[in-house]
């Protein structure tokens, strides 16, 4: 049983990322999606990969978002952000799309998360929008 609700999980957190452009709000991203002057890409033969591993990027979030007590009870368990790789493997435009009233450091959390192999399209490293969703437990 484990088993097949990982796999639909998984299916669905793919889904998610390859489905990215259907809901992004305009305030995360502009009408044409460039980054120094080259097209970001969503959709590329090769995705931008965390060195570790997703989970170890899961768990690299998860350390460094910090929710102040008084707000707690406003926030969804499910967060989603959006940002770009660019090609050198570097997180830019780093964006959050739901909760709007979660708060934290966006410049602390990007230094850290900042560990990347760029994505590549036919062979060539190109910048590519990631749109993460995100379960996280209040604790």
């Known amino acids: 049983m484990i088993r097949p ?3 639909l999980v ?21 009408e044409t999606d460039t980054l120094d002057g080259s097209k970001v890409y969503t959709v590329v033969s090769k995705q931008p990969e965390y060195q570790g591993g997703i989970n170890q990027f899961y768990k690299a979030i998860a350390r460094n978002i910090v929710v102040d007590r008084g707000t707690r009870h406003q926030i969804d368990s499910r967060i989603v952000f959006t940002f770009i790789i660019d090609k050198n493997g570097q997180v830019r435009e780093f964006c959050l799309i739901k909760p709007q009233g979660l708060q934290f450091n966006t410049n602390e959390l990007v230094t850290k998360i900042n560990n990347w192999t760029p994505g590549e399209l036919d062979g060539v490293k190109v910048p590519v929008r990631l749109t993460i969703p995100m379960i996280i437990e209040l604790r």
Not at 11 to 30: D, G, Y
């Open 10 to 30: 998984f299916i669905l957190f793919i889904l998610s990322v390859r489905a990215q452009s259907t809901f992004i709000p305009n305030s995360c991203i502009s």
């Open 5 to 7: 609700i990982f796999t």
